[in-house]
């Protein structure tokens, strides 16, 4: 089976500088598709009132170039959940590996913030919660997205400048 539509992703990331170019942070990864279409063998399914959606909470590492372009990776414990609206059910897999990566570039538009853009890859996969058969299939996701970025730092009290990434 196959999910596929066009997702509404949100980040936000908590950090601290470990040096002057690389970050260390914990984030929140939210990708959420609206009425998703579904792909069973070749037969497609549009949905109404259904929404499918990967949460994953991890840590992560940036490094900033002196430019203000940054790279960034994410390693997250990630869960797919698949809701009913007009039901109100839902039904959602054992907890995965999720991975995201991203490619951003921001520019200062005040003394401490950072406004900018990034391009985002998110892959994961986790197993279905077992339902008796002792071989639970395994769903994967993959999303590619372009997110705003904000960048909060704290004002310079050391060599390290970076204090906070949102």
């Given at each position: 089976?196959?999910?596929?539509?066009?997702?509404?992703d949100?980040?936000v990331?908590?950090g601290?500088?470990?040096?002057?170019?690389?970050?260390l942070?914990?984030?929140?990864v939210?990708s959420?598709?609206?009425?998703?279409?579904?792909k069973?063998?070749?037969?497609?399914?549009?949905?109404?009132?259904?929404?499918a959606?990967?949460f994953?909470?991890?840590?992560?590492?940036a490094y900033?170039?002196?430019?203000?372009?940054?790279?960034?990776?994410?390693?997250?414990?990630?869960?797919l959940?698949?809701?009913?609206?007009?039901?109100?059910?839902?039904?959602?897999?054992?907890s995965?590996?999720?991975?995201?990566?991203?490619v951003?570039q921001?520019?200062?538009?005040?003394?401490?913030?950072?406004?900018?853009?990034?391009?985002?890859?998110l892959?994961?996969s986790?197993k279905?919660?077992d339902?008796?058969t002792?071989?639970?299939?395994?769903?994967?996701t993959t999303?590619?997205?372009?997110?705003?970025?904000?960048?909060?730092?704290l004002?310079?009290?050391s060599?390290?400048?970076?204090?906070?990434?949102?």
């Amino acid at each position: 089976m196959k999910i596929s539509g066009v997702s509404a992703d949100l980040n936000v990331g908590l950090g601290g500088a470990l040096s002057r170019s690389v970050i260390l942070f914990g984030e929140i990864v939210a990708s959420n598709i609206t009425d998703p279409e579904f792909k069973i063998d070749n037969t497609k399914v549009k949905t109404t009132n259904v929404s499918a959606g990967a949460f994953g909470i991890g840590v992560g590492l940036a490094y900033y170039l002196p430019s203000n372009t940054y790279f960034s990776a994410t390693l997250a414990s990630t869960q797919l959940s698949i809701q009913r609206n007009d039901q109100n059910t839902s039904t959602e897999t054992n907890s995965g590996l999720g991975v995201t990566l991203q490619v951003g570039q921001e520019w200062w538009v005040g003394r401490d913030w950072g406004l900018g853009v990034a391009g985002q890859f998110l892959t994961a996969s986790m197993k279905d919660n077992d339902t008796g058969t002792g071989n639970p299939p395994t769903w994967k996701t993959t999303g590619f997205g372009v997110l705003c970025s904000a960048s909060y730092n704290l004002p310079e009290r050391s060599a390290s400048a970076r204090g906070f990434r949102a």
